[in-house]
């Protein structure tokens, strides 16, 4: 298979189904926030494009106390291999998320990229246009035989709580934080009920919603012009180091895919976020709580 854009339509996904494409594995890679009370692993079960499979982000994870943080890389790799995915395999993710459009595949996305996969592609619109499109779901869940998947980690894209701190004296990259203002400014609670709202020295507060636009009722990325224009707008330099951070890792992925789309396909991901970093400086150094 050629190499595949970034951002891939419905009707390219359903025509490679049609034509039984090889070496290419659609994943629903959704998820959503408690708040919403839903569980996308019945959701799956119950629709879904033919021939996916569910890749469950809860369980592919470390064993730490934050809500999201990298496995290892072999874990990682034991997790797809089970998927059917190896290194020649054209991934394919997709979510089931009217709400937002784009939430929880950006993470996925940046997982696979972070452990050496760049074969990665995102169906726009997810499952609500390719059922608006016409096209069918079933509930038959595929069996696929496992696989052998050599990571291979990719530090570049990898930000850790120790790397954040060093910045907050070095200051040599930004820090783009992908949560609502709000949340930013210490004014609107955290979805985690012990961690408190604020952000840390040198963030820059860029929303994901502001990087995203609804085309007929489905939200998707904004042209990379527009990207461009949103991240100048934050005040930030996409020829300058940036980091994307959130709340707990997921929304920093969209910022980063943003970037990526935009022509910034550097840019790492604190994977603990806010919460990791709350977490250890409200006994340490409150200091770096910051609100406003």
Same mark, same amino acid.
């Given at each position: 298979?050629?190499?595949?854009?970034?951002?891939?339509?419905?009707?390219?996904?359903?025509?490679?189904?049609?034509?039984?494409?090889?070496?290419?594995?659609?994943?629903?890679?959704? *998820?959503?926030?408690?708040?919403?009370?839903?569980?996308?692993?019945?959701?799956?079960?119950?629709?879904?494009?033919?021939?996916?499979?569910?890749?469950?982000?809860?369980?592919?994870?470390?064993?730490?106390?934050?809500?999201?943080?990298?496995?290892?890389? /072999?874990?990682?790799? $034991?997790?797809?291999?089970?998927?059917?995915? &190896?290194? &020649?395999?054209?991934?394919?993710?997709?979510?089931?998320?009217?709400?937002?459009?784009?939430?929880?595949?950006?993470?996925? *996305?940046?997982?696979? +990229?972070?452990?050496?996969?760049?074969?990665?592609?995102?169906?726009? =619109?997810?499952?609500?246009?390719? #059922?608006?499109?016409?096209?069918?779901?079933?509930?038959? #869940?595929?069996?696929?035989?496992?696989?052998?998947?050599?990571?291979?980690?990719?530090?570049?894209?990898?930000? %850790?709580?120790? &790397?954040?701190?060093?910045?907050?004296?070095? $200051?040599?990259?930004?820090?783009? /934080?992908? +949560?609502?203002?709000? +949340?930013?400014?210490?004014?609107?609670?955290?979805?985690?009920?012990?961690?408190?709202? =604020?952000?840390?020295?040198?963030?820059?507060?860029?929303?994901?919603?502001?990087?995203?636009?609804?085309?007929?009722?489905?939200?998707?990325?904004?042209?990379?012009?527009?990207? @461009?224009?949103?991240?100048?707008?934050?005040?930030? /330099?996409?020829?300058?180091?940036?980091?994307? %951070?959130?709340?707990? =890792?997921?929304?920093?992925?969209?910022?980063?895919?943003?970037?990526?789309?935009?022509?910034?396909? &550097?840019?790492?991901?604190?994977? =603990?976020? *806010?919460?990791?970093?709350?977490?250890?400086? @409200?006994?340490?150094?409150?200091?770096?709580?910051?609100?406003?």
């Amino acid at each position: 298979m050629q190499k595949v854009s970034t951002l891939v339509s419905v009707s390219w996904v359903a025509k490679q189904i049609n034509s039984q494409a090889k070496n290419l594995r659609i994943i629903d890679a959704s *998820w959503h926030l408690p708040v919403f009370k839903r569980d996308p692993l019945k959701e799956y079960q119950e629709g879904h494009i033919p021939g996916a499979l569910f890749f469950e982000l809860a369980k592919c994870n470390a064993s730490t106390n934050l809500a999201h943080t990298l496995p290892s890389p /072999d874990a990682f790799a $034991e997790f797809i291999g089970k998927l059917g995915i &190896d290194n &020649d395999t054209q991934v394919v993710l997709y979510e089931n998320n009217a709400k937002f459009g784009v939430f929880s595949v950006p993470r996925v *996305w940046w997982m696979f +990229r972070v452990f050496g996969h760049n074969n990665v592609s995102v169906m726009e =619109g997810g499952l609500p246009l390719w #059922i608006k499109e016409g096209h069918e779901t079933t509930d038959v #869940i595929p069996e696929v035989d496992p696989v052998k998947f050599r990571p291979s980690f990719v530090p570049e894209l990898y930000k %850790s709580l120790a &790397d954040i701190e060093a910045n907050l004296e070095a $200051e040599t990259f930004k820090v783009a /934080d992908a +949560r609502p203002k709000g +949340r930013f400014n210490g004014e609107m609670p955290e979805p985690r009920k012990d961690i408190e709202p =604020g952000h840390m020295p040198n963030a820059i507060n860029l929303p994901f919603l502001t990087l995203l636009q609804e085309e007929d009722g489905i939200s998707k990325f904004k042209s990379p012009e527009a990207l @461009k224009e949103a991240f100048a707008e934050a005040g930030l /330099d996409l020829s300058q180091p940036i980091t994307t %951070s959130c709340g707990s =890792g997921i929304s920093a992925c969209i910022v980063a895919m943003g970037a990526f789309l935009a022509g910034k396909e &550097d840019v790492p991901v604190f994977d =603990g976020s *806010w919460e990791e970093f709350y977490l250890k400086m @409200k006994d340490t150094k409150p200091e770096n709580i910051l609100k406003g």
